[in-house]
């Protein structure tokens, strides 16, 4: 009983959403996770109940969800390309292709190769791998062992900062 009485005291947050939604998450998840284990299976197939709190969550209508699901497989495509490049004398594998804003409210992948030429696109670049490497420190914030790479990525994101850049 214990035990009950610390997980409901336990403050959740989920991702680009409120708090609200992330208590619902976060308790229905635990119900389902079995000595701290869960799989997306268990999940899924609890979720099919249309009274479950995380039905609402999935796209129910299979041609939709194929079509989606489908959009998933083609950005994986995309996203796993690679190419060499000869960068200052030296051979660098690269993403062939990077997402960025075209500045007109759309986004559309680019080559690496566009990227690296064209200032704009550039700094999109730079500002989203900076925003990653915070986001991956945020995240394993609790190992000291990684304390002197968070180091570089916040002396690097303030000198980033400092400069004359549009991040």
Not at 28 to 36: T, V
Not at 43 to 72: C, G, I, K
Request: charged share 30%.
């Amino acid at each position: 009983m214990k035990q009950q009485t610390q997980n409901q005291n336990k403050q959740y947050y989920f991702k680009n959403g409120n708090k609200r939604s992330s208590k619902k998450i976060a308790d229905a998840l635990e119900q389902l996770s079995k000595d701290g284990k869960l799989t997306p299976v268990e999940v899924v197939d609890a979720a099919r109940n249309v009274n479950h709190p995380l039905h609402s969550y999935f796209e129910w209508d299979n041609s939709r969800a194929a079509e989606l699901y489908r959009l998933a497989q083609a950005r994986i495509l995309i996203n796993h390309v690679e190419v060499t490049l000869n960068v200052d004398g030296e051979e660098t594998k690269f993403e062939k292709y990077v997402n960025v804003s075209l500045g007109n409210g759309s986004r559309s992948y680019i080559t690496i190769e566009k990227a690296l030429s064209k200032e704009e696109y550039r700094s999109q670049v730079i500002a989203t791998a900076l925003a990653e490497a915070e986001y991956w420190q945020k995240k394993y914030h609790g190992y000291k062992e990684l304390f002197p790479i968070f180091k570089s990525i916040k002396q690097t994101g303030l000198k980033l900062k400092g400069g004359n850049h549009k991040w």
